[in-house]
């Protein structure tokens, strides 16, 4: 398949996805992101784990919120995603409470407020849950075509999990990918 035929086939399976996403009711999107928050707690490393990055969850992806901030009270260290537009890049940022270290940051998407973003060394971290619009069951992902999951998944020493989080109707059995796309190790859905 060419490249030009994959991105083509990328851009139609993300628009059908994102169309899915939007008619998801609520109801169904809070009763899927429960049973898939459960599911991640049963998750033997993500048991273990003391060192973990979260997404901040868009309006229609699944809801990590409460887990990120049930990890927090736990008092495990709890990173999440900053874009660095200057480098075209994904940090990894700490944080101690959502509620006051977050602002609406690139593409609208909740951050670290500027003055919590530092050099953070990426090998600490265990556990990378990740956002999607598509998996498929060989781990393989499809984002919102910018690259920055792919090139921080890219960075990251291989022995760190990383947890793809998708609803039931995200999941495919194979989705096109090229030489930049990297895959997640595990895909956990409702």
Do not use: W
Not at 16 to 39: A, F, V, Y
Not at 50 to 75: I, T
């Amino acid at each position: 398949m060419s490249s030009l035929s994959i991105e083509a086939e990328k851009s139609k399976i993300r628009q059908t996805i994102l169309n899915q996403l939007k008619e998801q009711p609520l109801s169904e999107r809070r009763r899927k992101s429960n049973l898939i928050r459960d599911r991640i707690c049963q998750f033997k490393e993500f048991q273990q784990s003391r060192v973990m990055m979260f997404y901040v969850s868009m309006a229609e992806e699944v809801d990590m919120l409460p887990l990120l901030n049930k990890m927090l009270e736990e008092g495990r260290q709890v990173n999440v995603p900053c874009v660095d537009q200057k480098n075209n890049s994904l940090l990894s940022v700490p944080i101690t409470n959502p509620e006051t270290d977050l602002i609406p940051g690139t593409y609208g998407i909740l951050e670290p407020k500027k003055h919590l973003v530092n050099h953070f060394d990426v090998n600490q971290l265990e556990i990378v849950l990740v956002p999607g619009i598509a998996f498929d069951r060989q781990g393989h992902r499809l984002g919102r075509g910018k690259g920055y999951y792919d090139r921080f998944l890219k960075s990251l020493p291989k022995q760190i999990q990383t947890i793809g989080l998708a609803y039931d109707f995200q999941l495919m059995d194979s989705i096109p990918v090229n030489d930049l796309d990297i895959a997640v190790r595990h895909v956990i859905t409702n």
